[in-house]
């Protein structure tokens, strides 16, 4: 990793707020907190905030770190360049003792408000992102999306711990949901930037082994996901609210990887069906979440048996 090579401003409060990413954060803080609420058991309204705070800063945290690293990566692809240190608002330095000091507070935090196991596996995230996929999976391989998806699948199963305390296999399952959704939601982001990561050297599935491989695993994903996302429902751990939607959601994702993987984009073509496909898998997820919150919240008031 270079520093970038512009001469940094003062940076202010919205240049470190950016480099939480927020609008990831809250994809992050939505799923941690509805593993929080759909997990069996009680836990403190207080504690509860405690750790979905500590679940966002620590993602903010590994996210600043992130954009540490790749500074002259962000400065050289047009999605990216934008960000607090290509644009020479900050010194890379402070970005990465922001991120150690949040990724640091808050499992520090975790651990004596919540519980050492929660706060164990919120480090193993933090760590995950910021050196397992950006240090070394990212710039080396293809599959850096596919086995990075871990990092992004932590929350839930952080907010399960939280209330239960111990690892069981409905929150594994919502960690593997999330793992198994990552490759074609961000695949479909790649098939329509990959230009950008061409440019800057980064070796995404559709520069290295060419768009039609893309497609056909974009499709491959989508059909696993959809038994996998219904799994919760199978094994008993939610009522048929949750099922249901899980079908429903899962089979649309399905139907619209079918168009984006059976075609040839030609230049111009504003890559419509990719770009759908983006932004259903981002309802996609908020949607299978909430329905597992209702799902509970009816169980628990005695709509379903």
Known sequence: MTQASTIPLPADWRDFFALTKPRVMTLVIFTGLCGLLAAPGYINPVIAFTAILCIAVGAGGAAALNMWWEADIDAGMKRTSARPIPMGRMKPTDARDFGIMLSGASVMTMGLAVGWLAASLLALSIFYYAVIYTIWLKPRTPQNIVIGGGAGAFPPLIGWVAVTGEVTAMPLLLFAIIFMWTPPHFWALALFVQTDYAKVGIPMMPVVKGEASTRRQIIIYSILLVPLAAAPWFIGGTGAIYGVAALSLSLAF?????????????????MKPEKRLFAFSILYLFALFAALVVDRVAFYQGWIA
């Not at 399905?254 to 504003?270: H, I, N, T, Y």
């Open 254 to 270: 399905l139907a619209l990887s079918v168009p984006v993987a059976f075609r040839q984009a030609q230049a111009g073509d504003g």
